[in-house]
């Protein structure tokens, strides 16, 4: 699995948004168990925080230690460095398995066999993401040029299934739930631009050119932005939720 957030997981813990309430119901709707759930390239701990208000214990694991210790901290979320493929985890052990903004960088079919294996009989697995928000008439056109022409040729491959709403990902499931949920979200100037900088894509730009391209996107949403300081944005909130069959 690639590491394209660790050098800016600062960004990535203040600026990424956070998923709808509606999605934990249906995952919650769907659980046998409020036992122990993993939540899996945990980032920053957003799902995990939420998780472990409901579940009594909640183990976290991300390939990068600076998203981790980022993390919202819990009494009952243990985090550790793992990769999503091969865990230190016993068999059969969870009720729920959560992947947010992040199934894409998997060996899919080794984190598969893995979920498979770390997972009780008749648990779930819910994967969920957000695809490329929508702004105000003037300030998206700013946003879609920044996202196609500006860094379109930093994105690496795995993106492509983020743009296909994570349809086009192998998902070897009794599938419950496959949804696209519009999340409406006021924003800054700042938390755009900060949100911009999150991106892996910004990152293998700043490294390849010496520079951030964010500071030029700000002077043109600074030329358009309305009087008052938030704007709404919308994302397309992906997500897939199914029961896991054992071998």
């Known amino acids: 699995m690639k590491d394209n957030f660790s050098a800016q997981a600062k960004a990535y813990a203040r600026y990424r948004p956070g998923y709808p309430a509606q999605l934990f119901e249906w995952i919650y709707q769907a659980v ?21 208000k409901s579940f009594q214990t909640v183990q976290a694991t991300d390939i990068s230690f600076s998203q981790i210790s980022q993390a919202g901290r819990r009494t009952n979320i243990f985090y ?7 865990t230190a985890f016993k068999d059969s052990q969870f009720d729920l398995v959560t992947v947010a903004q992040a199934i ?17 009989p008749g648990a779930v697995v819910a994967v969920m993401g957000y695809g490329l928000p929508t702004l105000p008439p003037g300030l998206d056109e700013i946003l879609q040029n920044f996202y196609y022409h500006v860094v379109g040729p930093y994105w ?10 994570y349809q086009s990902i192998p998902f ?76």
């Open 104 to 120: 894409h960088w998997f060996d899919f079919a080794a984190f598969y066999n893995e979920v498979r294996r770390v997972t009780k």
């Open 172 to 247: 070897p499931f009794d599938e419950i739930k496959n949804k696209i949920l519009p999340s409406a979200l006021e924003w800054d100037l700042d938390t755009v631009c900060g949100f911009l900088e999150s991106w892996s894509a910004t990152a293998h730009y700043s490294r390849r050119n010496g520079y951030s391209p964010v500071a030029g996107m700000r002077s043109k949403f600074a030329a358009l932005w309305p009087e008052r300081k938030a704007i709404t944005a919308t994302f397309p909130v992906i997500f897939r939720l199914g029961q896991v069959e054992k071998f």
């Open 80 to 86: 550790s460095v793992q990769q999503a493929e091969h």
């Open 32 to 52: 046998p168990a409020f036992g122990k759930a993993w939540d899996c390239a945990t980032g920053n701990g957003q799902v995990a925080t939420v998780l472990a």
């Open 156 to 165: 690496d491959k795995e993106r492509r299934y983020l743009e296909e709403n």
